[in-house]
């Protein structure tokens, strides 16, 4: 069964950082498509980040600059290292994975992140 877990989520003043981590089993790592979605209270789920099987990024406009993406496949682990952080950040945020041969998304539990002002 794929599982994702993440970590790491917690409350930070604004202007500082945060990584997550997140755990992944169930599939072979090192070719899904990893990425971190966030959701605050009252709004739609977004992408904040994602990194394919070959390490190219993709960053949400509203992060770059301040956060990055990670993946460590011999620890079937992907990070999201946030820095500068925003009251706007305060969210869940959610480990997702496209794993082949699987057509589904999959998602762990989620983290809160709370950044306050």
């Known amino acids: 069964q794929v599982r994702l877990v993440e970590s790491g989520g917690g409350l930070v003043q604004a202007g500082g950082s945060l990584r997550l981590s997140c755990a992944a089993s169930g599939f072979i790592f090192s070719i899904g498509v990893m990425g971190w979605y966030r959701q605050a209270p009252g709004k739609q789920r977004e992408l904040v980040a994602g990194i394919t099987s070959s390490s190219t990024l993709n960053l949400a406009d509203s992060v770059k600059g301040r956060f990055t993406i990670s993946r460590d496949n011999a620890k079937n682990t992907v990070y999201l290292q946030m820095n500068s952080l925003k009251p706007e950040d305060t969210a869940v945020y959610y480990c997702?994975?496209?794993?082949?041969?699987?057509?589904?998304?999959?998602w762990g539990q989620g983290t809160q992140v709370t950044v306050s002002s």
């Open positions: 997702n994975a496209r794993a082949p041969p699987s057509p589904y998304d999959y």
